[in-house]
């Protein structure tokens, strides 16, 4: 049973059916009203309806010596007399100071929330008022769908939750923030799907299929096309090859491209576009990049070149390396059955797609899936090949486990073909980014300040934290090879940064882009481990910001 979540400016009128006589559990409908408290007992949003309920929330407080820390809880059940005249159960959640409140809050108090009335409520009202900014309200909607995901398919016994229906009531909410949040939440819960199958269950091609059912259910917005290893091979992207060519299961490059914006030219590859938007050549002129327009006319005769036009999407890149052993290179034992989710990269390009379907932003998008299979055999690559990238650079191949910057390199070779606004790669790069970082924050590498500017407004805005970090031109000797162009690895020193000082190396001079490294922040591990679904939320901020 799926949560559900309105909007209201009063509160519904909901009752408590007591139980005074032995009766079937399902007959009986609990309901909840939950107010937020702070630590100096101070209510947090109030609304015609809420003054009938202030005795009973006195006592409660008085009586429970609720000091309102955050994620503290007190409810009373509507046992009181007084309930009567005013029947809801009362929940009371604390907030802690508001002066210090952010996203951690937010997570704190919707987790809080769903947790004492999952199992025992079916509908809660929680009184919000206006007391809330809409940052903070987008936070406490997606958290509160968030709460209630659950990946236990593959469990013999399922039990379901209770809460079904949850009403916000405000006078300033509208339900198209609560609909925007639900539509992120719907791309967070693919993500997190995919990432949490089994490495026997989700490999290369499982991906593209789920983003060829992506495209059947909305033929109107997306179109897919994949990629194998075939068309990778007279593509010349041999970086990728090195890495897929070890697996019994073959790589896949698959492309999604996502046409929400209802006067930009089709999103797909033509010769033919020049002709159509003939009104428009000098609009399309001013906007491009001279060197970008150089190279187009020096390829103009190619039948794969994206011809360019007034709308140039946003790339989104994802490592999907949907098992990693580490090749030959393998890694301990320990642990390794969380490398299912080194495809965490890609899982959040496929769900931001979803997302932006369900929420239909005006704006072009291109996502594309790197995903492949980092396996050892006799085919795998050995540590000291060389391999030729799609834009020709010779790279030795040092370390078969720093496959995730192989495969993306000759797919951001391949993507520039969009001539994009922006390209932006998220991956499971490198332990070296959890040393730096841990798992609040992922670390953003960036050439150009609009793009960077733009990922840290939307991190502050959606609570998906991240973090920019250095990329000084120093750092690039470490990538010197005494026989090839570059080397796949830089050394222990830096090595986040020397990753993506080697993804720097195939975008060309003059194309914006940014390097999400989500090592630290994609999954849970331990006991509980669990795919985030991060940074879903953060790119459909960074896109809505964009399309509006």
Same mark, same amino acid.
């Given at each position: 049973?799926?949560?559900?979540?309105?909007?209201?400016?009063?509160?519904?009128?909901?009752?408590?059916?007591?139980?005074?006589?032995?009766?079937?559990?399902?007959?009986?409908?609990?309901?909840?009203?939950?107010?937020?408290?702070?630590?100096?007992?101070?209510?947090?949003?109030?609304?015609?309806?809420?003054?009938?309920?202030?005795?009973?929330?006195?006592?409660?407080?008085?009586?429970?010596?609720?000091?309102?820390?955050?994620?503290?809880?007190?409810?009373?059940?509507?046992?009181?007399?007084?309930?009567?005249?005013?029947?809801?159960?009362?929940?009371?959640?604390?907030?802690?100071?508001?002066?210090?409140?952010?996203?951690?809050?937010?997570?704190?108090?919707?987790?809080?929330?769903?947790?004492?009335?999952?199992?025992?409520?079916?509908?809660?009202?929680?009184?919000?008022?206006?007391?809330?900014?809409?940052?903070?309200?987008?936070?406490?909607?997606?958290?509160?769908?968030?709460?209630?995901?659950?990946?236990?398919?593959?469990?013999?016994?399922?039990?379901?939750?209770?809460?079904?229906?949850?009403?916000?009531?405000?006078?300033?909410?509208?339900?198209?923030?609560?609909?925007?949040?639900?539509?992120?939440?719907?791309?967070?819960?693919?993500?997190?799907?995919?990432?949490?199958?089994?490495?026997?269950?989700?490999?290369?091609?499982?991906?593209?299929?789920?983003?060829? *059912? $992506?495209?059947? #259910?909305?033929?109107?917005?997306?179109? +897919?096309?994949? @990629?194998?290893?075939? !068309?990778?091979?007279?593509? &010349?992207?041999?970086?990728?090859?090195?890495?897929?060519?070890?697996?019994?299961?073959?790589?896949?490059?698959?492309?999604?491209?996502?046409?929400?914006?209802?006067?930009?030219?089709?999103?797909?590859?033509?010769?033919?576009?020049?002709?159509?938007?003939?009104?428009?050549?000098?609009?399309?002129?001013?906007?491009?990049?001279?060197?970008?327009?150089?190279?187009?006319?020096?390829?103009?005769?190619?039948?794969?070149?994206?011809?360019?036009?007034?709308?140039?999407?946003?790339?989104?890149?994802?490592?999907?390396?949907?098992?990693?052993?580490?090749?030959?290179?393998?890694?301990?034992?320990?642990?390794?059955?969380?490398?299912?989710?080194?495809?965490?990269?890609?899982?959040?390009?496929?769900?931001?797609?979803? *997302? $932006?379907?369900? #929420?239909?932003?005006?704006?072009?998008? +291109?996502?594309? @899936?790197?995903?492949? !299979?980092?396996?050892?055999? &006799?085919?795998?690559?050995?540590?000291?090949?060389?391999?030729?990238?799609?834009?020709?650079?010779?790279?030795?191949?040092?370390?078969?486990?720093?496959?995730?910057?192989?495969?993306?390199?000759?797919?951001?070779?391949?993507?520039?073909?969009?001539?994009?606004?922006?390209?932006?790669?998220?991956?499971?790069?490198?332990?070296?980014?959890?040393?730096?970082?841990?798992?609040?924050?992922?670390?953003?590498?960036?050439?150009?300040?609009?793009?960077?500017?733009?990922?840290?407004?939307?991190?502050?805005?959606?609570?998906?934290?991240?973090?920019?970090?250095?990329?000084?031109?120093?750092?690039?000797?470490?990538?010197?090879?005494?026989?090839?162009?570059?080397?796949?690895?830089?050394?222990?020193?830096?090595?986040?940064?020397?990753?993506?000082?080697?993804?720097?190396?195939?975008?060309?001079?003059?194309?914006?882009?940014?390097?999400?490294?989500?090592? &630290?922040?994609?999954?849970?591990?331990?006991?509980?481990?669990?795919?985030?679904?991060?940074?879903?939320?953060?790119?459909?901020?960074?896109?809505?910001?964009?399309?509006?």
């Amino acid at each position: 049973m799926s949560l559900s979540i309105s909007v209201s400016k009063t509160l519904p009128k909901l009752t408590t059916k007591k139980l005074l006589k032995k009766s079937a559990p399902e007959a009986v409908q609990s309901h909840c009203l939950a107010v937020l408290v702070d630590d100096d007992a101070n209510l947090i949003g109030s609304f015609k309806g809420l003054e009938a309920y202030k005795p009973r929330i006195e006592a409660l407080i008085a009586a429970s010596n609720f000091k309102g820390k955050l994620g503290e809880t007190v409810a009373d059940f509507a046992l009181a007399a007084d309930a009567k005249k005013t029947p809801l159960q009362l929940l009371l959640v604390g907030i802690g100071n508001p002066d210090k409140f952010s996203s951690t809050s937010i997570k704190k108090i919707a987790s809080a929330l769903y947790k004492n009335t999952q199992s025992r409520v079916t509908d809660l009202a929680i009184a919000i008022g206006d007391d809330l900014a809409d940052d903070s309200l987008h936070q406490l909607v997606l958290e509160l769908l968030n709460a209630s995901y659950r990946f236990d398919k593959y469990k013999s016994e399922q039990t379901d939750a209770a809460l079904n229906q949850i009403t916000l009531v405000s006078s300033s909410v509208a339900q198209a923030d609560v609909d925007y949040a639900a539509a992120v939440h719907s791309g967070q819960s693919l993500a997190r799907d995919v990432a949490n199958e089994p490495g026997n269950v989700c490999f290369p091609e499982y991906m593209a299929d789920q983003a060829r *059912a $992506l495209a059947k #259910a909305y033929p109107e917005l997306l179109q +897919v096309t994949v @990629l194998g290893e075939s !068309e990778m091979q007279e593509l &010349g992207m041999n970086c990728f090859l090195s890495v897929s060519r070890g697996s019994a299961r073959e790589g896949q490059l698959v492309i999604l491209e996502y046409k929400g914006q209802a006067n930009a030219a089709p999103i797909n590859t033509t010769s033919s576009l020049a002709d159509t938007l003939a009104n428009n050549i000098k609009a399309v002129a001013d906007k491009l990049p001279k060197k970008s327009a150089k190279t187009k006319a020096a390829k103009v005769a190619a039948d794969d070149v994206v011809e360019e036009h007034f709308d140039a999407p946003i790339v989104l890149v994802g490592k999907g390396v949907t098992f990693d052993s580490g090749g030959i290179s393998i890694k301990p034992g320990a642990a390794m059955d969380e490398m299912k989710f080194d495809m965490g990269g890609s899982a959040s390009v496929l769900g931001t797609i979803k *997302a $932006l379907c369900e #929420a239909r932003l005006p704006i072009n998008v +291109v996502g594309a @899936l790197a995903c492949a !299979e980092n396996m050892p055999s &006799g085919e795998a690559t050995r540590p000291g090949d060389i391999v030729k990238a799609m834009n020709g650079m010779n790279v030795e191949i040092l370390n078969t486990d720093a496959e995730g910057r192989l495969v993306l390199a000759d797919t951001l070779c391949y993507v520039q073909r969009y001539n994009p606004r922006a390209i932006i790669d998220v991956a499971t790069l490198t332990g070296a980014c959890v040393v730096a970082l841990g798992h609040v924050r992922s670390a953003v590498f960036s050439n150009n300040e609009d793009v960077l500017f733009d990922l840290e407004n939307a991190s502050e805005q959606s609570g998906d934290l991240i973090w920019h970090m250095p990329m000084d031109d120093e750092y690039q000797t470490q990538l010197d090879s005494p026989i090839a162009d570059i080397q796949n690895i830089g050394g222990r020193d830096g090595g986040a940064i020397t990753a993506a000082c080697f993804l720097s190396r195939f975008v060309k001079e003059d194309q914006a882009w940014a390097h999400l490294d989500i090592a &630290g922040t994609a999954w849970v591990s331990g006991k509980e481990k669990a795919a985030t679904g991060r940074p879903v939320p953060l790119f459909m901020q960074y896109l809505k910001n964009l399309a509006q």
